[in-house]
């Protein structure tokens, strides 16, 4: 069992008194190690287990936002212990963010990224162009230069993460593309968003709009063992509470649940026994942000949190289960600088 961090009696105060979570915050956090911090701001991460390794993505830069030169670094584990670099993937100009690693049905690991381009000779700097990016690892164990995606929308895209199920990947596209059902947000941004799908990793073909106001965005797919699809989506105007939403093939009707806390770099996954979700997200707390493990029921209702270790900037948590712990990789600045955690968290403590 790994030594436990207690909170302070202040800050235990100030998180029972005014937290939006209808669980009970625990009095102790968990710690986590620091795995990267080479470049001045590092991030978003994503974690997935492939030919005997685990994998972390994340992004490198000089800023959370904006800037011209984000790139992905990746990083490899057979231990959890000792973590060596493995990859960088980057490309002249374009600001490459949220790298999200996926395992393709040929057997060829995938790297999905957003594309940001920026004018900074303006003051704040000007978003002029966003569009998913994808990189693919050949033979020789390297990734190719990132190349666009091609989709059905035209406008600023992005999507976010990629979730393959019996030979196909699902994502979710938001933005302001042209071609997609757009909500005006009360920030302006006329955002939606649209579930797609790929075969081979780059071209993208529309499945639906979401029915989801509230400036939409991050989100994350599964499937249960009898194909029914989940996503949780992370809203960012209005009342900014996540939603989760459900439905069935060919995935064109879903059901909505709006859930009673905010999600910040969502991903999810099923417990083994298909009963509960277990949610890594931001945790938006009155003493400010940490990173955060919840154990829900299937409509999202919080069973269980776990706060991790964590500050400031902080959370975009990549999980997967492995040997009856639960792994998970994040990003915080609660030390000053934005740097990569990781934590090993026996499923016996979450369940």
């Not at 999507?159 to 990947?169: A, M, P």
């Amino acid at each position: 069992m790994k030594k436990l961090i207690a909170l302070t009696p202040f800050l235990l105060l100030s998180l029972f008194g005014l937290t939006q979570f209808p669980a009970p915050l625990p009095s102790t956090v968990i710690p986590g190690i620091e795995i990267w911090s080479g470049a001045p701001h590092n991030a978003f991460t994503d974690l997935i287990e492939y030919k005997g390794y685990v994998y972390c993505s994340f992004r490198e830069g000089s800023g959370h936002v904006p800037g011209s030169n984000g790139v992905g670094r990746i990083l490899r584990t057979k231990d959890g212990k000792t973590w060596e670099p493995f990859a960088l993937i980057r490309k002249e100009g374009i600001d490459l963010r949220d790298q999200k690693i996926s395992v393709m049905p040929d057997g060829r690991m995938l790297c999905l990224m957003g594309g940001s381009v920026y004018d900074t000779t303006k003051k704040p700097s000007r978003l002029l162009g966003m569009y998913p990016h994808v990189a693919f690892m050949g033979k020789n164990m390297e990734f190719t230069t990132p190349e666009r995606a091609v989709l059905d929308n035209s406008g600023r895209n992005w999507i976010w993460r990629l979730t393959w199920y019996k030979g196909t990947g699902y994502g979710i596209d938001y933005g302001d593309g042209s071609e997609r059902k757009a909500i005006k947000t009360a920030g302006g941004r006329n955002f939606g968003v649209t579930l797609v799908k790929t075969t081979d990793g780059k071209h993208f073909e529309k499945i639906t709009d979401l029915d989801i106001d509230g400036g939409p965005n991050e989100s994350s797919i599964r499937f249960d063992t009898r194909g029914k699809m989940y996503i949780l989506v992370r809203r960012e105007d209005g009342d900014r509470l996540g939603v989760l939403a459900t439905g069935n093939a060919p995935f064109t009707a879903f059901n909505y649940q709006k859930l009673d806390y905010r999600l910040g770099g969502p991903d999810f996954m099923f417990t083994p026994d298909q009963k509960k979700l277990i949610v890594g997200t931001r945790l938006y707390l009155p003493g400010g942000a940490k990173t955060g493990v919840l154990l829900t029921d299937l409509n999202g209702k919080v069973l269980k949190t776990l706060v991790l270790e964590s500050g400031g900037d902080c959370s975009y948590p990549g999980m997967l289960i492995k040997e009856k712990e639960l792994w998970v990789s994040y990003y915080a600045s609660h030390t000053g600088k934005t740097k990569i955690y990781f934590t090993r968290i026996p499923l016996s403590d979450l369940l």
